[in-house]
Nanobody
């Protein structure tokens, strides 16, 4: 079982930046996908970005593709989500997840989830 711990959320003004981190512990991540999802009040949880740990291949939702960047720090078993040009509609709880998934945008294919970190963007 992989345990995940997110950090880096907060309150910023529109146009600003934040960087989220997700540290994984408990096993090697080789063969796993690590992803970020978010859930705004009243909305379903949606896919944001994902990264295949072994290859480094990345995936993004259309709404964040040109503004967010996902990367990994192999030595620290951590993924990072750099969020730039933030908009009020990016306000949500952001969750880190891990799984051996072939369908990276589908949350049900992930096995372990973090507790989430709040991101609030003021207009």
């Amino acid at each position: 079982q992989v345990e995940l711990a997110e950090s880096g959320g907060g309150l910023v003004q529109a146009g600003g930046s934040l960087r989220l981190s997700c540290a994984a512990s408990g096993r090697t991540l080789s063969g796993y996908v690590m992803g970020w999802f978010r859930q705004a009040p009243g909305n379903v949880r949606e896919f944001v970005a994902a990264l295949r740990w072994s290859s480094g291949v990345t995936y993004y939702s259309d709404s964040v593709r040109d503004r967010f960047s996902i990367s990994r720090d192999i030595a620290k078993n951590t993924i990072l989500l750099q969020m730039n040009s933030l908009k009020p509609e990016d306000t949500a709880i952001y969750y880190c997840a891990v799984g051996r998934t072939l369908v990276v945008r589908l949350e049900s294919t992930y096995d372990s989830w973090g507790q989430g970190t709040q991101v609030t963007i003021s207009s």
